[in-house]
């Protein structure tokens, strides 16, 4: 008896609010796109032998990238249709050239289904020509009349909302499609009703209230939250910096993001953000990825002039690449001038924007050293940082 799984991932809903433009199938939550998470969910079964995915033809790419480096029983991708209905069709008849005897059809936007959920629908395909994973309906339903009022309550009793993955005997279910495909009927929005309009047995089992459909933009938040629940607890990183540029012929300084006029400039190879430098540093520190000399070479004449906030962009990136928050960043500049004060507002909104966090996680604080050692001689400026990220655990 083989069993195989058929990924429904070729619909264009694209992920409401964000900025990536990706179809949502290809949208990131934690790490990893929705599409490898369902995939693996089934890869990893010990009941499932092949596992074929449906694409959007305009989407090999974004597949291809989802799928780097999946082991397991994965076939090429299908191409599918106009319609879900379609798509799931061709699906069918692209493992009809060695057909399985079972087949669990499943839709990308479920990446949390678990192998206990597949594993109760491939056990109820031994009884039924098919089963869905499905969950009694909890709330009270109500029927809406005219102008957004209720017009009544819909009996719940014996009510259940439907999931994937839907199993079936796989030649029962191709040819219901192909009957449906025949006779023109496009308006089925699952496969089990398809099943039921062919007159065949489908069991509900068990579904599971983790096994959400992502489809708005604050089902990929609550989608988040899950993960990292999964994850148990986010772990606070903390990462310090330090750096120190001398002073030179010049007519301003950059500190923080902000340009100060100043009766000399700084020197360094990049636009010599003291502050910034020793901020891309604690987000580095923070998880242990090096420091800006080894992601920025300054004898790489790319960065010659470079606005510093690229640093501090980069390093961010790399948090949240991770999957990690940063929770705060503090920045003390040490010098007898520049005056800092008038100027620390500012700093602070500008490296807010570079980090995408609330201006209220960043500070910036400045100190002379009483005339003391090279900032007291005015020689130079430095600056010290630290960044707190929280990482989740399963980071390592
Ligand atoms: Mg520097």
Redesign the pocket.
């Known amino acids: 008896m083989t069993t195989a799984a058929l990924i429904v991932a070729a619909g264009r809903g694209s992920r409401a609010g964000k900025a990536d433009g990706l179809p949502k199938q290809y949208a990131r939550i934690g790490r990893k796109p929705l599409l490898s998470r369902a995939i693996t969910a089934f890869t990893a079964h010990p009941e499932v032998d092949v596992v074929a995915v449906v694409i959007h033809p305009d989407d090999a790419l974004h597949y291809r990238a989802a799928t780097e480096g999946t082991t397991g029983p994965l076939l090429a991708p299908v191409n599918g249709g106009q319609t879900r209905q379609e798509s799931v069709r061709l699906g069918l008849e692209a493992l009809a050239s060695s057909p399985p005897d079972k087949v669990l059809i499943h839709d990308a936007a479920r990446p949390f289904v678990d192998g206990d959920v597949i594993g109760r629908v491939i056990k109820a395909l031994g009884e039924h020509a098919g089963a869905i994973a499905a969950l009694p309906v909890t709330d009270t339903l109500k029927r809406a009349g005219a102008s957004g009022t209720i017009a009544g309550t819909v009996e719940r009793a014996g009510l259940w909302g439907a999931q994937t993955p839907q199993g079936f005997r796989f030649e029962a279910i191709l040819d219901a499609h192909r009957r449906a495909a025949r006779e023109g009927r496009s308006d089925f929005t699952d496969d089990a009703s398809i099943a039921e309009w062919a007159g065949l047995d489908v069991a509900l089992v068990e579904g599971s209230s983790r096994n959400m459909k992502v489809t708005h933009a604050e089902d990929f938040a609550m989608a988040e939250r899950l993960l990292i629940s999964d994850s148990g607890l986010l772990e606070p990183r903390v990462g310090t910096g330090f750096?120190?540029?001398r002073f030179g012929p010049g007519d301003h300084v950059w500190l923080g993001g902000v340009r100060i006029a100043h009766s000399a400039g700084l020197v360094?190879h990049?636009d010599?953000d003291?502050a910034l430098?020793a901020l891309t540093d604690a987000l580095l520190g923070a998880i242990g990825d090096g420091d800006?000399g080894a992601h920025f070479p300054p004898s790489d004449p790319k960065w010659k002039g470079a606005a510093s906030h690229v640093f501090v962009e980069d390093a961010a990136a790399r948090v949240a690449a991770r999957g990690g928050r940063i929770a705060n960043v503090d920045v003390t500049l040490l010098c007898e001038a520049p005056r800092i004060g008038p100027h620390r507002d500012a700093m602070r909104e500008a490296i807010a924007g570079m980090l995408a966090i609330d201006v209220s996680r960043v500070g910036v604080k400045a100190t002379t050293t009483e005339g003391l050692g090279f900032t007291g001689r005015g020689e130079g400026i430095a600056a010290m940082a630290s960044a707190t990220v929280l990482l989740p655990i399963a980071a390592g």
């Open positions: 750096d120190v540029h360094g990049s010599a003291v430098h800006i």
